[in-house]
């Protein structure tokens, strides 16, 4: 991350709109630095930072951790964070929250927009340009999952069109157009050409990981239109799955977080305070799936606290043991009315004694290896890649290899992959191979399972943008929605984030003429194309 360098403080808070206006007089001062001598290299991993933070922190911790219900909490509105997720109510941050996803994805694309413009310029740096494409297409891709129709074709064009009132797209168009580019940037990848020199990603400028991180990508935007689009989703499949794919989880896209360099993990950094110690916790549905299937990610990810409030309240560690392991039911809090904690079923009693006693000592909490703020922030993974392949193998897609065994790779690989935590949670190959063995795809059962397994995989490994976004498209898990006293979306689990707040300000027209698109309006509840019923 000391990588990191190039105009991240100037550019932090911009939106999409202004990364690309004032690019050149930010690079003219101190140092005299120009499109003509600038290196189009250190774009690169402010790019990959910036869509990191996009996916990542209170945004998706807040929000689609506990709408998918991997975690839990017993908050309740007013100054507490949590409450927004697990009951879909609002809380005193929610609206500084709703911007982030927004700004940062933007703000990723802003910088992969300008390293292609300024690789194209100076010419002998192909495979730079095209990772921008890719990197722009992914930042996108993500804006459009969360949203809905979003500033497309406009967008990112305030210095070269001046064009500051971008229009809204609409998302159908914008996945056909983000697969056909896709496609030509991938393609056009050679590993004969120079290599980027200034890469995030494990791959370290790798052009045969990079290609593969392309087509990985492919394959996940065309499975979204399962529903919305059959064709063009088998189209780009069967394509992404012939150029080829992730083969292993060293292909595995994230990046790790620097604290000591001031890049810190935003999901370990909203899983750090007292009260998240204290009232965040894993799901039951999360934990009592884990269990069902005695998945040894279980004894790594979760911890039972020791008794009393004093250690609820701190990073002491706990009793990993997989058995003594519980799940907070999502939609309780600590009120003392019907919704108390100590009303929920089999509620299992406090812990502590005298002024030290806590409700929820009984309850697992993420161990501390997910508050490990120089830890990673997952893109993008082989277990993901073989569970979409299994998906489309399914679905008599033409792909090399049976459903079965995608399916058994991935399982494995998701173990594996946690590794990257570090290794107080690695599990080995061995260990990851032979509880794949034992557990294979059910064909009569085959959707459910994979995509119960990709839930599991994308919330374990932080990613819960994706989880939701996944939820959304297959259905599975299935979860039974809370309908806590004032929520904001019916008792309805949400379907999308409210364009940002500033947008009807900013861009009245085309925000109004994008939220009448939208079957309800801009509302938490409305469905956005690909999602179907």
Same mark, same amino acid.
């Not at 109510?89 to 292609?116: C, G, I, K, P, Q």
């Given at each position: 991350?000391?990588?990191?360098?190039?105009?991240?403080?100037?550019?932090?808070?911009?939106?999409?709109?202004?990364?690309?206006?004032?690019?050149?007089?930010?690079?003219?001062?101190?140092?005299?630095?120009?499109?003509?001598?600038?290196?189009?290299?250190?774009?690169?991993?402010?790019?990959?930072?910036?869509?990191?933070?996009?996916?990542?922190?209170?945004?998706?911790?807040?929000?689609?951790?506990?709408?998918?219900?991997?975690? &839990?909490?017993?908050? +309740?509105?007013?100054?507490?964070?949590?409450?927004? =997720?697990?009951?879909?109510?609002?809380?005193?941050?929610?609206?500084?929250?709703?911007?982030?996803?927004?700004?940062?994805?933007?703000?990723?694309?802003?910088?992969?927009?300008?390293?292609?413009?300024?690789?194209?310029?100076?010419? =002998?740096?192909?495979?730079?340009?095209?990772?921008? /494409?890719?990197?722009?297409?992914?930042?996108?891709?993500?804006?459009?999952?969360?949203?809905?129709?979003?500033?497309?074709?406009?967008?990112?064009?305030?210095? +070269?069109?001046?064009?500051?009132? !971008?229009?809204?797209? /609409?998302?159908?168009?914008?996945?056909?157009?983000?697969?056909?580019?896709?496609?030509? &940037?991938?393609?056009?990848?050679?590993?004969?050409?120079?290599?980027?020199?200034?890469?995030?990603?494990?791959?370290?400028?790798?052009?045969?990981?990079?290609?593969?991180?392309?087509?990985?990508?492919?394959?996940?935007?065309?499975?979204?239109?399962?529903?919305?689009?059959?064709?063009?989703?088998?189209?780009?499949?069967?394509?992404?799955?012939?150029?080829?794919?992730?083969?292993?989880?060293?292909?595995?896209?994230?990046?790790? &977080?620097?604290?000591?360099?001031?890049?810190?993990?935003?999901?370990?950094?909203?899983?750090?305070?007292?009260?998240?110690?204290?009232?965040?916790?894993?799901?039951?549905?999360?934990?009592?799936?884990?269990?069902?299937?005695?998945?040894?990610?279980?004894?790594?990810?979760?911890?039972?606290?020791?008794?009393?409030?004093?250690?609820?309240?701190?990073?002491?560690?706990?009793?990993?043991?997989?058995?003594?392991?519980?799940?907070?039911?999502?939609?309780?809090?600590?009120?003392?009315?019907?919704?108390d904690i100590t009303k929920a079923p089999n509620y299992p009693g406090a812990t502590g004694t005298g002024n030290d006693v806590t409700p929820l000592g009984k309850y697992s909490r993420p161990t501390n290896v997910f508050r490990n703020?120089?830890? !990673?922030?997952?893109?993008?993974?082989?277990?993901?890649?073989?569970?979409?392949?299994?998906?489309?193998? /399914?679905?008599?897609?033409?792909?090399?290899?049976?459903?079965?065994?995608?399916?058994?790779?991935?399982?494995?690989?998701?173990?594996?992959?946690?590794?990257?935590?570090?290794?107080?949670?690695?599990?080995?190959?061995? /260990?990851?191979?032979?509880?794949?063995?034992?557990?294979?795809?059910?064909?009569?059962?085959?959707?459910?399972?994979?995509?119960?397994?990709?839930?599991?995989?994308?919330?374990?490994?932080?990613?819960?943008?994706?989880?939701?976004?996944?939820?959304?498209?297959?259905?599975?898990?299935?979860?039974?929605?809370?309908?806590?006293?004032?929520?904001?979306?019916?008792?309805?689990?949400?379907?999308?984030?409210?364009?940002?707040?500033?947008?009807?300000?900013?861009?009245?027209?085309?925000?109004?003429?994008? &939220?009448?698109?939208?079957?309800?309006?801009?509302?938490? +509840?409305?469905?956005?194309?690909?999602?179907?019923?």
């Amino acid at each position: 991350m000391k990588k990191r360098l190039i105009l991240l403080s100037i550019l932090a808070g911009s939106l999409q709109f202004s990364c690309t206006k004032h690019f050149d007089e930010l690079n003219v001062d101190p140092n005299q630095a120009s499109e003509a001598i600038f290196n189009a290299n250190l774009l690169l991993p402010s790019a990959q930072w910036k869509y990191v933070e996009s996916i990542s922190g209170y945004n998706s911790v807040l929000f689609q951790s506990m709408w998918i219900q991997a975690y &839990a909490s017993t908050s +309740t509105g007013g100054a507490n964070y949590y409450s927004n =997720g697990d009951k879909y109510v609002l809380s005193n941050n929610t609206l500084s929250y709703l911007d982030r996803v927004w700004n940062n994805a933007y703000n990723a694309a802003s910088f992969a927009y300008e390293m292609e413009q300024l690789a194209k310029k100076k010419g =002998g740096m192909s495979n730079l340009e095209n990772i921008g /494409t890719i990197m722009q297409i992914q930042s996108l891709a993500t804006a459009s999952d969360v949203f809905g129709d979003i500033p497309y074709s406009q967008a990112l064009q305030a210095k +070269t069109g001046n064009i500051t009132q !971008p229009t809204y797209d /609409t998302q159908e168009s914008i996945y056909k157009s983000l697969l056909t580019r896709l496609e030509t &940037a991938v393609t056009a990848l050679n590993a004969n050409q120079a290599a980027p020199t200034n890469d995030a990603f494990a791959y370290k400028g790798n052009i045969g990981q990079w290609k593969r991180y392309g087509y990985s990508l492919m394959l996940k935007l065309a499975m979204r239109l399962t529903k919305a689009d059959p064709t063009t989703a088998k189209t780009y499949a069967e394509k992404a799955a012939a150029g080829g794919v992730f083969t292993s989880v060293a292909d595995d896209a994230y990046v790790m &977080a620097d604290l000591t360099n001031s890049y810190t993990n935003a999901n370990a950094s909203a899983l750090a305070t007292a009260a998240d110690l204290y009232q965040l916790r894993w799901s039951k549905t999360m934990i009592d799936y884990l269990k069902s299937n005695e998945d040894p990610r279980l004894g790594k990810i979760a911890e039972v606290p020791a008794a009393g409030l004093a250690a609820n309240q701190t990073a002491t560690g706990g009793d990993n043991t997989p058995a003594n392991q519980l799940g907070l039911p999502n939609g309780y809090d600590l009120s003392g009315g019907a919704t108390d904690i100590t009303k929920a079923p089999n509620y299992p009693g406090a812990t502590g004694t005298g002024n030290d006693v806590t409700p929820l000592g009984k309850y697992s909490r993420p161990t501390n290896v997910f508050r490990n703020q120089s830890g !990673p922030l997952f893109v993008l993974t082989y277990a993901e890649t073989e569970l979409l392949l299994a998906e489309a193998a /399914t679905r008599g897609y033409t792909v090399t290899g049976s459903a079965a065994t995608h399916y058994k790779n991935a399982v494995s690989a998701g173990l594996q992959s946690l590794a990257k935590f570090g290794t107080t949670v690695a599990i080995d190959a061995a /260990t990851a191979d032979a509880y794949a063995t034992a557990h294979p795809l059910v064909a009569a059962n085959a959707l459910k399972q994979i995509n119960e397994q990709y839930w599991a995989t994308t919330s374990i490994l932080q990613n819960f943008i994706e989880a939701w976004s996944n939820w959304r498209r297959s259905g599975y898990p299935q979860l039974t929605p809370v309908n806590y006293t004032g929520n904001f979306s019916s008792g309805s689990i949400p379907r999308r984030e409210l364009y940002p707040t500033g947008e009807g300000s900013l861009n009245p027209t085309n925000y109004k003429e994008a &939220a009448s698109r939208l079957p309800n309006g801009d509302v938490w +509840t409305s469905r956005i194309w690909w999602d179907k019923q």
